[in-house]
């Protein structure tokens, strides 16, 4: 089973939509798929349609101190091969409780531990902030999928992100591939070619070489959540995009096998 963390500590940047892009092209693709929602915000689960009442089973839930089974938390959705577990409101309050409560750091690892033969992928969808369940996200998964929004501002959120990566890697002392993936991008404006040609020549290897461009068509959670593929510039860039992570990641695998 191999985890995706799909983070960037700037907000807005594209990190729902691809968690969502990326676990539905691996679902179609024949993967025992499990997409996480960590966001109070709970975008992706409103993406979903989880009704809130009764309140849902939900990533929360991992929190609680009685260590339930993920999947027993976990939503079928009408997409072959992905499950999902909803974010729970009650996420907002978690990083109060984790300054005070000890081991509150790695209970999302020690989660999906128990379920590793259960999936072939878990992604998760990051919030915005760097607190305890990016922590958590971090300390857990294989790999960093950084969506960044190809405009000036953007770049200095991935700086932080980087930043907060190393600082993870260096405490958990195992490594964290590193991917930044360029997002919302507008070929029309020079400020987002610019970016583009920034974030290419400051993060060289680490940077997919092409860009999902600006898609109305990902604005509509209906269409990124239905059973039928969703089709359009955006939905084929991210197909792409998987291609890159899958390649990039044999290749990791391939040279360390070399080594
Ligand atoms: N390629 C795209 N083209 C057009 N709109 C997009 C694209 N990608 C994302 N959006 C839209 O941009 C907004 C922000 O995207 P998204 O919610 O995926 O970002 P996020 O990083 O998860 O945000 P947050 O930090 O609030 O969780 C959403 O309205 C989404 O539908
Ligand atoms: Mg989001």
Redesign the pocket.
């Known amino acids: 089973m191999l985890i995706w963390a799909i983070a960037?500590q700037k907000?807005?940047?594209?990190?729902?939509?691809?968690s969502l892009c990326l676990s539905r092209n691996l679902a179609e693709s024949g993967e025992r798929v499990l997409l996480l929602d960590l966001?109070p915000?709970a975008?992706l689960t409103r993406a979903f349609e989880v009704p809130s009442a009764p309140p849902p089973a939900g990533t929360h839930d991992l929190f609680s101190g009685h260590d339930p089974d993920l999947r027993t938390l976990a939503r079928g959705t009408a997409i072959p091969g992905l499950l999902m577990v909803a974010a729970q409101p009650a996420l907002a309050t978690l990083e109060r409780r984790g300054a005070t409560q000890p081991g509150l750091g790695l209970a999302l690892g020690r989660a999906l531990h128990r379920v590793r033969d259960d999936f072939d992928y878990v992604l998760l969808?990051c919030?915005?902030t760097l607190g305890l369940l990016m922590v958590n996200a971090l300390a857990a998964a294989d790999r960093l999928v950084i969506?960044t929004q190809t405009d000036p501002l953007a770049l200095h959120g991935l700086a932080d992100m980087l930043r907060t990566a190393e600082m993870i890697e260096r405490s958990r002392r195992r490594p964290l591939q590193r991917h930044i993936l360029p997002?919302?991008f507008d070929r029309r404006t020079r400020s987002g070619v610019q970016s583009l040609e920034q974030l290419h020549d400051t993060y060289a290897g680490r940077v997919w070489h092409k860009a999902?461009?600006?898609?109305?068509r990902?604005?509509d959670p209906a269409v990124l959540t239905a059973a039928e593929a969703p089709t359009g510039r955006?939905a084929l860039a991210y197909r792409s995009a998987l291609r890159w992570l899958l390649e990039t990641a044999e290749s990791v695998n391939a040279r360390k096998e070399a080594a």
């Open positions: 960037n907000g807005g940047v594209g990190k729902t939509t691809t966001d915000h975008s969808d919030p915005p969506p997002t919302l999902v461009p600006m898609d109305t990902l604005r955006g």
